[in-house]
């Protein structure tokens, strides 16, 4: 398996610019999760799929913040508009059982 | 609500000297446990997990790590440190029954290998 993919690697855009972020769990992964990594509040859950179904969306920031999971194999994270400070590394993760992967993450830069 | 503490943001150890890493954790049920290992520019690795089953858990590179109940701690150790050991270090746990899955992190500690 080739792991959780995510894409981009890294995006610059400019504030007020709509951003997709993309993840592909592993497949048989019931279990999806975004996670946000920043130097001044570390990871943070954003929210958590369980079979395509949001689970628990309380870690979203704001509204400008949105995911969805339209099937087993793919989701996405939307930030619209982008402010400088969304800039943070975004991981997404899957599980199964207690077998958690992480994907590579995203590095995004608003300026 | 579970919560997640690592005690040092920073700790330096001589290649060689033991590692200890500490992590408590604050939940109302026994939580699953997790060690993950952060290199620069790069994911999250899973060192080592505990699900209820043997308090002392081994891991990957030489990295252990012991639950204890009664002092709610999973901190991480290993013998001898290596250079390539330094990285970012973060503890995390998760419910340990029901439905939910969600990791919850501690902030990390920096771990500086010197030689």
């Known amino acids: 398996d080739a792991g959780v993919i995510q894409s981009p690697r890294h995006e610059v855009t400019e504030m007020g610019q709509e951003v997709t972020l993309r993840c592909k769990p592993i497949s048989g992964h019931d279990y999806l999760f975004w996670y946000r990594q920043t130097m001044m509040r570390g990871l943070e859950l954003l929210i958590y799929?369980?079979?395509?179904?949001?689970?628990?969306d309380s870690g979203m920031p704001e509204d400008r913040f949105s995911a969805k999971m339209p099937n087993a194999s793919f989701s996405t994270l939307k930030i619209q508009p982008s402010e400088p400070r969304d800039s943070a590394v975004y991981f997404c993760?899957?599980?199964?059982?207690?077998?958690?992967?992480f994907g590579s993450g995203t590095r995004l830069t608003v300026v | 609500a579970q919560s997640v503490t690592q005690l040092g943001s920073h700790v330096s150890v001589s290649e060689g000297a033991l590692v200890l890493l500490r992590c408590n954790y604050s939940s109302s049920v026994p939580p699953y446990l997790f060690w993950y290992v952060q290199y620069p520019n790069q994911g999250l690795q899973l060192l080592l997990k505990y699900t209820s089953a043997a308090t002392l858990v081994k891991g990957i590179n030489g990295f252990e790590a012991e639950f204890k109940k009664s002092e709610t701690s999973f901190h991480l150790t290993k013998p001898s440190a290596h250079m390539s050991d330094a990285a970012e270090y973060f503890c995390?746990?998760?419910?340990?029954?029901?439905?939910?899955?969600?990791?919850?992190f501690g902030s990390g500690t920096q771990l500086t290998v010197l030689p």
């Open positions: 799929f369980n079979n395509n179904v949001p689970i628990d």
């Open positions: 995390a746990a998760s419910p340990g029954a029901g439905s939910a899955r969600q990791l919850t």
């Open positions: 993760a899957s599980c199964s059982g207690t077998a958690y992967t």
